[in-house]
Nanobody, 121 residues
């Protein structure tokens, strides 16, 4: 069994900052690319950022320059530092990771439970 547990969401005013964390645990052999997605009400889930084991990052145009993804490979943890938040960043944020599990003997995508981020004055 593999679990992704997120933390760090909440309510913040426009222009403020939040830091999300996501820790992977369980029957893990290797963790490959990790990332963050978000889903606003009435919209499809969209990519926010990804980060490889080599720390290469990719960002959605809408968050480029404001959000920073990082990871601690020793802790199987990925972070998302969100600065200069805007109301349109309001969404449920989901952690994603491609993980090779010894239990399944395969690599597959796993998802966190989601954490709410609300940007409002």
């Amino acid at each position: 069994q593999v679990q992704l547990v997120e933390s760090g969401g909440g309510l913040v005013q426009p222009g403020g900052s939040l830091r999300l964390s996501c820790a992977a645990s369980g029957s893990i052999v290797s963790v490959y690319v990790m990332g963050w997605y978000r889903q606003a009400p009435g919209k499809q889930r969209e990519l926010v950022a990804t980060i490889t084991t080599g720390l290469s990052t990719n960002y959605a145009d809408s968050v480029q320059g404001r959000f920073t993804a990082s990871r601690d490979n020793a802790k199987n943890t990925v972070y998302l530092q969100m600065n200069n938040l805007k109301p349109e960043d309001t969404a449920v944020y989901y952690c994603n990771a491609r993980i090779y599990s010894w239990r399944t003997a395969t690599a597959q995508d796993y998802w966190g439970q989601g954490t709410q981020v609300t940007v409002s004055s």
